[in-house]
């Protein structure tokens, strides 16, 4: 696609279950990020793909966030047991691996009750 | 440790320049970038400079980096109602993996 997609765009939840949130990274793009913004904060990274592995994933808070990209494209970000305080933007990006920045997707705003 | 702080408001009347300002503690940061924010929005890449260079321009906008302070500054030059939003820098550090480290964020109130 022409940008970075991510689904859903919002996400309500329950505290205690289990959530997805896909990133469709633009083609051909082989570097993946994920970055979480709280209200009134600048994204923080979480975890970053190259290919098909997770290069980085010191930014997860915990094991209850899990990513995968299986075959180096869209890829998931997983959240069990959700917490209120999970809720936030997350935010999705790719970029070419080399050269300089990269291009974000709009969110996923979770909300979890 | 990384960190980078902002001031968290900034005012300007439309037609004036608007400066923000950042440092950041990385000194082996390679790049640093400004990113804006509209409301309900992703971020957008506005520009970036390269740590060896002292000043970028790019249309209206104007980066200069000081190294030697870390300190980093936008300038966008005759400032729109458009330009509202908020503005994060970030720096990227010589870890590799292009893994960024952001500001708190400048929101930019352009007035009439």
């Known amino acids: 696609g022409a940008g970075v997609s991510q689904t859903p765009s919002n996400k309500v939840t329950e505290k205690g279950k289990y959530v997805e949130l896909r990133c469709d990274p633009i083609?051909?793009?082989?570097?993946l990020y994920w970055y979480r913004q709280s209200l009134g904060q600048g994204p923080e990274f979480l975890i970053y793909?190259?290919?098909?592995?997770?290069?980085?994933d010191s930014g997860l808070p915990n094991d209850r966030f899990f990513a995968v990209r299986p075959e180096g494209s869209v890829s998931t970000l997983k959240i069990q047991r959700t917490e209120r305080g999970d809720s936030a933007v997350y935010l999705c990006a790719s970029s070419l691996g080399t050269g300089v920045g990269y291009t974000f997707g709009s969110g996923t705003r979770l909300t979890v009750v | 440790g990384e960190d980078v702080e902002q001031s968290l408001f900034l005012s300007v009347r439309e037609g004036d320049s608007s400066v923000i300002n950042c440092t950041y503690t990385?000194?082996?940061?390679?790049?640093l970038y400004w990113y804006k924010q509209e409301p309900g929005a992703g971020l957008q890449l506005l520009t970036y400079i390269f740590s060896n260079m002292d000043m970028k321009q790019d249309q209206r906008l104007t980066v200069l980096l000081n190294k030697k302070d870390k300190h980093l500054s936008l300038r966008i030059a005759d400032t729109q109602t458009g330009d509202s939003a908020i503005y994060f820098c970030a720096e990227e550090g010589s870890g590799g993996g292009n893994k960024l480290t952001f500001g708190t964020g400048t929101q930019l109130k352009v007035e009439l």
């Open positions: 793909f190259q290919g098909t592995g997770a290069a980085d």
């Open positions: 083609s051909g793009h082989t570097a």
């Open positions: 990385d000194s082996s940061s390679t790049y």
